[in-house]
């Protein structure tokens, strides 16, 4: 067995910033609301202008991905990418950060642009660790870009609490900067490095939109409407409803936020090595399984009033569940179904296909509770999470350890 301390780690948590960065992006409108309240008092936006606020990165997230595959096919190689990516999302931080009640609509273009970079970090981030990650060990180094979006997350909830969203703002512009120096020392991956020569032309040439490639595309279309319609975006929004009607006190929102999403981060550190013992399918079926059960019996308990404390022990369940495969795996599974010649677009793909369906199950989950309540909401979500277990079982490919590549092997064997 390969020793998990090595090169690769450092190459690694360097690529890590990516999805911090896709974190800060998710995790600033949470606490940032409160203190905005508190500051604007009546000039504070409209509901529907805040929830615009907060949703219109999903929407303009699903075009983010692109930028990255649209880079690449003017011939910059990875790093370069990254900086780039990385220097707009700075610009577009300290704009934010300087955001007041007469400047919302500012911040509002920021959203918008945000949205952008959050596309291209989703993109980002699982493409770069699947190339750093060394062959055996690809499953792990995956769970990596769900970690620290998580933490990215809860770092942001940390600071919200006691700080300004100026503080929020500039904490994350320098994150992306302190990226902007250290991805240099990162060598260069994939297409990139495997030669100048007639082949390495043919396959960067090579186009997604092909026969042979009609099912994985099928299978990552799948396997991430399962992660997005398991409804834990649309749950997400509405932790502290779920918290006040458990009725527990002595927790600020803030503080709530952080104990509900550490129950996924936790999950995540767990899958790294579950993974690799177990196997995907394996913890594919346990994280639907628990999740699909999770939801089913919360609908229910809505339904009967079982308990007034059973919906928290659910929720953190279910986010258990989710962070042990569900939510890392469509980011580094789904890719690995293609060559490294349309991994870049494969991974936009996989990206663009995520935003949008997040948006349209926040979108309708609320106008679909009213309709069908929330039992049905919840036996909607836990359904099509259970079919998505069982496709995943038989269709999530086990890494196969003799013909993957790392950073280790490229330079010795090339053509391998």
Known sequence: MASL???ELLYALIVCFTPLGFGYIIGYPSPAHDKFLEQWGSSFPSDTNWNLFVAITQLTGAIGPYIP?????FGLGRRLVVLIVNILSIIFWVILAFMKAKTFWMGFVMRILQGFILGAFSSLGPLLLLEVAPAEQTGL???FNQICIVIGIIILYFIGEYQDPFVMCIYAAVSHAV???????????SIKSQGDGEDNKEQTSES????????PLVVLLLIMLTQQFS???AILADLKGLFKKANIEGLSPGYQSIIATTAQLVACFFSGGLIKVLGRRAMWTISGLLCADSLIVFGFNDKFNWSNILPVVLIFLYQFGFGLGLAPMPWYSSPELFPPSVRPMASSINGMTSWLLSFIIVFISDPLKKKITTLGLFLFYGIITLCGTFFGFWFVREVDENKAESLDNTDEDPKA
């Open 5 to 7: 301390f090595r090169r």
């Open 69 to 73: 595959t649209l880079l690449f096919k």
């Open 141 to 143: 180094y995956g769970t």
């Open 179 to 189: 990226q902007c120096g250290l991805i240099w020392l990162i060598p260069e991956t």
């Open 208 to 215: 997604i939109f092909q026969a042979k490639y009609i099912w």
């Open 231 to 233: 409804g834990i975006n």
